[in-house]
């Protein structure tokens, strides 16, 4: 008898061979499981004899260009396409706002393959292969290649590693399971450079990337208890450091880092009236419930949402609710 598990594999599969056209797209300002995931989908894709375009709503971060055929991502808001799909593959879009502005090349009642991994995952798709206990939509794909047959090359493996890599923060967070270390065992016998993808992706810092850090913790705060440390970063920080969307990442776990914080924040004003909040917990909180409360989502531990407003008004409403969770 089939397991659940089992049997969103076999849709996935049949999704995946019967049809011939797809667009594979991630959640806006991909992480390293994002662009990782969108690429792996590719190669699999590529194995199959099937025709794909691979896109996201911007950028993705220059340090991931060394994975197989990233440069062939487009960024739809320099490169728009030409066609709607009927066939789409979401990879690592806790819910369907997380496409971003990709949406507008889908089809009219496309077929949407949902493969995420996040735990507030509203199941949007056609086909759901949402599981929530894994680590990363990498492992989610790893898993999904063995049991589709498929013959792992180093640059699959090098991508499915990345995914693992960095949703685990380095293989330290507590989603590292006997099944991450057991799967990236498998991943390095096909060549992977797990100690320079380390480096790459976890140490080194661009100058301007260091120069925000700087400029985000001279701002930084806490409340009189000590559990909750926040920072923020605007326009006129990045302008002034030379730095870009990308380097915000890994900001908000300063603040998070600090002996006796709970819960650390980083507020990314948009515009005057929007900010990205990312939410880190030291694991006494549920970020992914403060999330959901502003229509965002996530993670226990990692968590984050956008809000229409000022800075000034939504600092007090997060710290609020994070406070109720305390």
Same mark, same amino acid.
């Given at each position: 008898m089939?397991?659940?598990?089992?049997?969103?594999?076999?849709?996935?599969?049949d999704f995946l061979t019967q049809h011939n056209h797809f667009l594979i797209v991630s959640h806006v300002q991909p992480d390293g499981d994002a662009v990782s995931s969108t690429l792996v989908v590719g190669w699999l894709l590529s194995c199959l004899g099937k025709k794909f375009v691979m896109v996201n709503e911007g950028p993705i971060p220059k340090r991931m260009r060394y994975l197989w055929r990233a440069e062939e991502i487009l960024d739809l808001s320099v490169?728009?396409?030409?066609?709607?799909?009927?066939?789409?593959?979401?990879?690592?879009?806790?819910?369907?706002?997380?496409?971003?502005?990709?949406?507008?090349?889908?089809?009219?009642?496309?077929?949407?393959?949902?493969?995420?991994?996040?735990?507030?995952? /509203? $199941?949007?798709?056609?086909v759901n292969l949402v599981v929530p206990s894994? =680590? &990363? !939509? +990498?492992?989610?794909?790893? /898993? $999904?290649?063995?049991?589709?047959?498929?013959?792992?090359?180093?640059? =699959? &493996? !090098? +991508?499915?590693?990345?995914?693992? $890599?960095?949703?685990?923060?380095?293989?330290?967070?507590?989603?590292?399971?006997?099944?991450v270390m057991a799967a990236a065992s498998k991943l390095l016998e096909y060549g992977v450079d797990g100690p320079g993808l380390s480096e790459l992706l976890l140490e080194q810092m661009t100058l301007p990337q260091l120069r925000l850090l700087t400029r985000a913790l001279n701002g930084l705060e806490l409340t009189e208890d000590g559990k909750i440390g926040w920072v923020s970063v605007d326009d006129e920080d990045l302008k002034a450091t030379g730095a870009v969307h990308e380097d915000m990442e890994g900001i908000v776990n300063y603040p998070r880092n600090i002996q006796g914080v709970e819960v650390g924040l980083l507020f990314k004003v948009i515009n005057e009236q929007a900010v990205k909040v990312s939410m880190r917990s030291a694991g006494t909180v549920d970020v992914a419930r403060v999330a959901q409360h502003f229509g965002g989502g996530g993670h226990v531990r990692a968590a984050g949402a956008r809000i229409e407003g000022t800075l000034e008004t939504i600092i007090p409403r997060v710290l609020e609710q994070v406070r109720l969770q305390l």
């Open positions: 089939q397991t659940t598990y089992e049997r969103e594999l076999s849709q996935t599969r490169t728009p396409l030409d066609r709607k799909f009927d066939h789409v593959i979401c990879v690592d879009c806790a819910d369907f706002k997380r496409v971003g502005m990709t949406h507008e090349w889908f089809a009219e009642g496309a077929q949407l393959l949902n493969i995420d991994h996040h735990p507030t995952n /509203d $199941l949007y798709g056609t894994a =680590a &990363a !939509t +990498a492992e989610i794909l790893f /898993d $999904l290649l063995t049991y589709m047959g498929l013959d792992l090359d180093e640059s =699959a &493996a !090098t +991508a499915l590693y990345t995914g693992l $890599l960095t949703d685990t923060g380095g293989f330290r967070y507590s989603n590292t399971s006997p099944k």
